[in-house]
C-alpha cells in the first residue's frame, strides 16, 4: 500500500476560482510528479520535482504552478480555473536513483 | 511527446485466456514498467524490467523487452475478472533522471 495521499478526491467548483490540490508522501521521496490525465486514459507529465526547492514543467504545458518546500509536500495550484482544466490529476512520487512511482488516488476536477 | 505507445488500446477477453498488451517507444530507455489502473483511481505499479534485462515474471505476469524494435509486452496469464483494468507501460531515458513516461494505456475487460 502506497503512502501517498491526495485531497481532496472530487471538486466541482466555478470558473475563476483559485484551487489548491493538495498531495503529501510519508515514504520520504525525494522525486514527486504530477500527471494530467484525460478522458481517453493518457497521462501527461505536467510538473515535477527532484527535491526541496526544485520544481519543473513536464511534457505537457500547465497553467497550473506547484512548490516543494517541504519533502513530504506538493501541492499544485491554479490561479484562475477554467472548465479547460477539468480533468483527472495523479499525483506520484519516487525514490532517488529508480523511477518506480507510487500513486495517490487521484483528484477528479471539475471547473464549471 | 509521450514515449510509449500501448497496443491495442482495448482488448475483451474471457476468464482464462491470456492477454497480452505491445508497448512501443522511440527512443533509448533506461528501464521500462507496466502499471495497472483500476477504474477512476490511482495507477499501481506491477513490473520493472531493464534496458539489459530482456524477460521477466511475477505470478502470473510475464514481460519481455527487445530495445533493437523498441517494444516491449506483458502477457497476463489464465486471467481473472479482477484482471479489468487499464494497463500502461512507462519508460525512463538513459542519463539518470528517472522520470516516468507513459503510454497511452491499453484497456482490459476479462468477462466472467
Same mark, same amino acid.
Given at each position: 500500500?502506497?503512502?501517498?495521499?491526495?485531497?481532496?478526491?472530487?471538486?466541482?467548483?466555478?470558473?475563476?476560482?483559485?484551487?489548491?490540490?493538495?498531495?503529501?508522501?510519508?515514504?520520504?521521496?525525494?522525486?514527486?510528479?504530477?500527471?494530467?490525465?484525460?478522458?481517453?486514459?493518457?497521462?501527461?507529465?505536467?510538473?515535477?520535482?527532484?527535491?526541496?526547492?526544485?520544481?519543473?514543467?513536464?511534457?505537457? +504545458?500547465?497553467?497550473?504552478?506547484?512548490?516543494?518546500?517541504?519533502?513530504?509536500?506538493?501541492?499544485?495550484?491554479?490561479? +484562475?480555473?477554467?472548465? +479547460?482544466?477539468?480533468?483527472?490529476?495523479?499525483?506520484?512520487?519516487?525514490?532517488?536513483?529508480?523511477?518506480?512511482?507510487?500513486?495517490?488516488?487521484?483528484?477528479?476536477?471539475?471547473?464549471? | 511527446?509521450?514515449?510509449?505507445?500501448?497496443?491495442?488500446?482495448?482488448?475483451?477477453?474471457?476468464?482464462?485466456?491470456?492477454?497480452?498488451?505491445?508497448?512501443?517507444?522511440?527512443?533509448?530507455?533506461?528501464?521500462?514498467?507496466?502499471?495497472?489502473?483500476?477504474?477512476?483511481?490511482?495507477?499501481?505499479?506491477?513490473?520493472?524490467?531493464?534496458?539489459?534485462?530482456?524477460?521477466?515474471?511475477?505470478?502470473?505476469?510475464?514481460?519481455?523487452?527487445?530495445?533493437?524494435?523498441?517494444?516491449?509486452?506483458?502477457?497476463?496469464?489464465?486471467?481473472?475478472?479482477?484482471?479489468?483494468?487499464?494497463?500502461?507501460?512507462?519508460?525512463?531515458?538513459?542519463?539518470?533522471?528517472?522520470?516516468?513516461?507513459?503510454?497511452?494505456?491499453?484497456?482490459?475487460?476479462?468477462?466472467?
Amino acid at each position: 500500500e502506497a503512502d501517498i495521499y491526495q485531497t481532496p478526491r472530487y471538486l466541482v467548483i466555478g470558473t475563476g476560482k483559485k484551487i489548491t490540490l493538495e498531495c503529501s508522501q510519508t515514504m520520504g521521496h525525494d522525486k514527486m510528479y504530477w500527471y494530467q490525465q484525460d478522458p481517453g486514459m493518457e497521462l501527461h507529465l505536467i510538473h515535477y520535482s527532484y527535491g526541496v526547492n526544485s520544481t519543473e514543467k513536464g511534457d505537457l +504545458s500547465s497553467e497550473s504552478t506547484v512548490s516543494r518546500i517541504r519533502t513530504e509536500h506538493f501541492p499544485l495550484t491554479l490561479e +484562475s480555473a477554467r472548465p +479547460s482544466h477539468t480533468s483527472q490529476y495523479l499525483c506520484a512520487s519516487s525514490a532517488a536513483g529508480t523511477s518506480e512511482a507510487f500513486f495517490g488516488q487521484g483528484t477528479r476536477l471539475t471547473v464549471v | 511527446s509521450q514515449q510509449g505507445e500501448e497496443d491495442p488500446q482495448a482488448l475483451s477477453i474471457q476468464e482464462g485466456e491470456n492477454a497480452t498488451m505491445n508497448c512501443s517507444y522511440k527512443t533509448s530507455i533506461n528501464n521500462l514498467q507496466w502499471y495497472r489502473q483500476n477504474s477512476g483511481r490511482g495507477l499501481v505499479h506491477l513490473i520493472l524490467i531493464r534496458s539489459n534485462e530482456r524477460e521477466k515474471h511475477s505470478g502470473r505476469l510475464r514481460v519481455t523487452l527487445d530495445t533493437s524494435k523498441k517494444s516491449s509486452s506483458l502477457l497476463i496469464t489464465a486471467s481473472r475478472a479482477a484482471d479489468t483494468a487499464s494497463y500502461f507501460c512507462a519508460t525512463d531515458a538513459p542519463g539518470g533522471s528517472y522520470i516516468p513516461t507513459f503510454g497511452r494505456g491499453t484497456s482490459l475487460i476479462v468477462h466472467p
